[in-house]
């Protein structure tokens, strides 16, 4: 059996396809770190006002945007990007093996203008990362949700999607196999779903190199941002996160899913019902009742697609559960199945007006479980799968640990100031005013929100410690790698000594032929 370096040797345009895909998923873990980190500044300077430097640059209005901004395009965006070039190169394995497909080596030939478009897609995504975050904070944000960023940036952004969706296809047409993986038509999906949504609302007229007027304005532009931001976990890119849970899920369980039809179904499911999905979120909106009536019922109908999915992901597990004690990628990905659920479920409660009124003026109406639960713990869970083997199995296991107690921490905070603060600003006193005044309300939620400082520190620890065992285990596998062609080198120059004289003893006689000394005899 070949080893992993000989096998770099013999295939090296394979490895130039994995460099691509292990950079995406290093800077999914960069971005994730510095987002979380700024989450738990956030936090810190909600409790604790005093903390905020008095600057523009870093003020609270401008670092809440930008949090959001690397947490969904740097670390989900990333994920997402990298998963779907996996999934791709998966399906095409699967003409070779079925069930060893992730350690067979790939025969994907790609010509050097798809190989260009690669590297595009990765330096393209990462400008476009770092750019939004450099405007969002100089204040140059468009102030739409999903697309804070200036038009030459999004502009950029559509690019890079158009140039995935090719490398996608490119891939995808040299599998063998008729039939396409559930996770593939999840991306495909999800590759519609984001060029629509993303040129839909960062529609606008530029009046300058980083300011544009949005063709979209008033009442119009914001139901057209709310109802963009979809009902599932992620918003854009929720469809993507849903394939790389169906081709996490096959390929670490070496199983097929559970059952294709639910799969299917759910799939369809999905698609019909979630553009019409966003409308809860318009309650009390300029938005005509009826519409807001049939909003609020295919918010209801999308319990149904939701549950099933996760139900379909968690049975496939079960088939080894015995997995999830003792790899933590495999418990990752239990939670983040019972997160999408989870997340699912308190949108299609938030359908329902009356608990829609109750949680509208709270500080969080939705719960991480959307954000943590399912965007960035799939991500992570993609990057630890798409790296090599990390070095340190006790790093790894205190990761997931951390993971899942940080969302529990995070989600409980959530719904106790939900609960709280929706029920004291409904309570009115004898003469038709809020019994309680604005100051009373935000102390009332002081505890819940240094719960949720403990979560998210717990999540940037993690990271913190995820770096660490990433950098370690690409540092040993950088000096193995370096020593074995020491030793091959060495080996080779010992064996070619040894032949030298066998070769002068069998034909003493012989006059050397006139070549260099490194020539080959005959």
Same mark, same amino acid.
């Given at each position: ?36 980190? !700024?989450? @738990? ?91 939004? &975050? ?12 999903? +697309? ?51 040129? !839909? ?29 979809? *009902? ?16 996490? @899920? ?5 199983? *097929? ?30 938005? *005509?009742?009826? =519409? ?19 139900? #379909? ?21 239990? +939670?983040?199945? @019972?997160?999408?659920?989870? &997340? ?11 608990? #829609?009124?109750?949680?509208? =003026? ?31 199995? +006790?790093?790894?296991?205190? $990761? ?25 600003? $409904? ?64 080996? =080779? ?20 032929? &006139?070549? =260099? ?6």
């Amino acid at each position: 059996m070949r080893t992993a370096l000989e096998a770099s040797a013999c295939h090296p345009r394979v490895n130039h396809h994995h460099h691509v895909i292990h950079d995406f998923a290093r800077m999914a873990v960069i971005w994730g770190l510095l987002s979380l980190c !700024l989450a @738990v500044w956030l936090n810190l300077i909600w409790l604790w006002p005093s903390l905020g430097p008095e600057v523009a640059w870093l003020s609270y209005g401008r670092l809440a945007p930008l949090q959001h901004h690397l947490l969904l395009f740097g670390l989900g965006g990333s994920a997402v990007i990298a998963g779907g070039y996996s999934i791709a190169m998966h399906s095409v394995l699967q003409r070779e093996s079925r069930t060893d497909a992730e350690t067979a080596i790939p025969d994907i030939a790609l010509t050097p203008f798809t190989l260009k478009l690669m590297h595009f897609t990765f330096l393209g995504w990462q400008a476009v990362v770092a750019l939004g &975050a450099l405007a969002i904070v100089a204040g140059y944000s468009s102030g739409q949700h999903m +697309a804070e960023a200036p038009w030459l940036v999004d502009l950029l952004m559509t690019l890079v999607w158009l140039a995935v969706a090719w490398v996608f296809f490119t891939v995808l047409e040299q599998r063998t196999l008729r039939r396409l993986p559930v996770a593939c038509w999840y991306f495909i999906a999800g590759l519609m779903l984001v060029l629509m949504q993303h040129v !839909l609302i960062s529609l606008s007229v530029p009046i300058g190199l980083l300011e544009s007027i949005p063709l979209f304005t008033g009442g119009l532009e914001a139901l057209i941002q709310r109802w963009q931001a979809g *009902p599932l976990p992620g918003g854009m890119f929720a469809f993507g996160l849903i394939a790389l849970l169906h081709h996490m @899920v096959t390929s670490r369980s070496r199983l *097929p899913l559970y059952s294709h039809r639910l799969a299917a179904t759910s799939f369809w499911m999905l698609v019909l019902l979630v553009t019409w999905g966003g409308a809860p979120l318009l309650f009390a909106s300029a938005l *005509p009742a009826w =519409s807001q009536t049939l909003g609020m019922a295919m918010g209801i109908l999308l319990l149904a697609p939701g549950l099933a999915l996760s139900l #379909n992901g968690l049975m496939t597990l079960k088939e080894d559960w015995h997995s999830l004690r003792r790899d933590p990628l495999n418990c990752l990905l239990a +939670a983040a199945l @019972v997160s999408l659920a989870l &997340a699912v479920l308190e949108y299609s409660l938030l359908s329902l007006p009356t608990l #829609n009124a109750l949680t509208f =003026s709270a500080a969080n109406s939705l719960s991480p479980a959307a954000s943590l639960g399912v965007v960035a713990t799939v991500a992570i869970v993609m990057a630890y799968h798409l790296l090599p083997p990390m070095r340190s199995l +006790a790093l790894l296991k205190t $990761h997931a640990l951390l993971v899942i107690i940080g969302t529990l921490l995070c989600v409980a905070a959530s719904w106790a100031t939900t609960l709280l603060q929706g029920s004291m600003w $409904h309570v009115l006193a004898d003469d038709g005013r809020p019994l309680y005044t604005l100051s009373e309300v935000l102390e009332a939620a002081r505890m819940p929100m240094m719960i949720s400082l403990g979560g998210l520190a717990c999540w940037a620890l993690g990271l913190l410690l995820m770096l660490l065992n990433v950098t370690r285990t690409l540092a040993d596998q950088k000096s193995e790698r370096q020593a074995a062609h020491e030793r091959q080198r060495l080996s =080779s120059g010992s064996h070619k000594a040894s032949s030298e004289p066998a070769t002068h003893s069998a034909s003493p006689s012989t006059t050397p032929p &006139a070549t =260099s000394s490194g020539g080959h005899y005959a």
